[in-house]
């Protein structure tokens, strides 16, 4: 049933926000140079790799170096980009990945290959459902950047403790995968960009 709530909001979602998908997508492309979009391999359900498709927010050749981005102001981060993870518009063209049936509007966000390498056995079990645009994991570190903008060594930090809490996180969806859940996120998510 989750399946034929994702089809339907996305559709609903990318007719709703297409002009502001172009206008974001001109803005970006007129203030930096590359790209609008920014496409990255991500581990899907059963383990499949897929490409997610975000807005560009960072530099040319920023993600050759870490992965993760850290402080409000992590300096390979653009103007604009500041402003579109602030509020989260980046996300917004992974409605597309809900659509072809990459992601899910809820669900366990999506890894790069070199962390899930990393999970125990146990922590496998958050490729058993599809990943998603947003979760609790994701509402409780919507701050993220900022708190690994404080570590000491950031990698180590998201790898030993926050990547472990953001499962456990996970866990809470994945083991009442209900529709009442589902809607439960969408509506904490948008509560939180709002307050934000």
């Known amino acids: ?114 962390y899930v390498r990393l999970y125990t056995p146990e922590q496998l079990v958050v490729l058993n459902i599809r990943p998603g645009i947003t979760d609790y994991a994701s509402i409780a570190f919507s701050n993220e950047n900022e708190i690994l903008g404080k570590a000491e060594n950031p990698e180590r930090m998201y790898i030993e403790e926050i990547m472990p809490q953001k499962i456990n996180y996970n866990l809470k969806y994945i083991n009442n995968p209900s529709l009442k859940e589902y809607f439960k996120i969408i509506l904490l998510t948008f509560s939180k960009i709002i307050k934000h």
């Open 1 to 114: 049933m989750t399946r034929f709530f994702d089809i339907l909001l996305s559709v609903i979602g990318l007719l709703l926000f297409s002009p502001l998908l172009i206008l974001i997508y001109i803005i970006i492309r007129c203030g930096s140079r590359g790209p609008g979009f920014y496409k990255q391999n991500r581990i899907g359900k059963g383990g499949v790799p897929f490409r997610l498709i975000k807005f560009r927010t960072m530099r040319i050749g920023s993600d050759k170096g870490r992965l993760i981005t850290v402080g409000g102001r992590d300096t390979r981060i653009t103007k604009v980009g500041y402003y579109l993870r602030k509020y989260k518009l980046d996300e917004l063209p992974q409605l597309w990945n809900v659509l072809k049936g990459d992601m899910s509007l809820v669900g366990p966000r999506p890894e790069v290959e070199k």
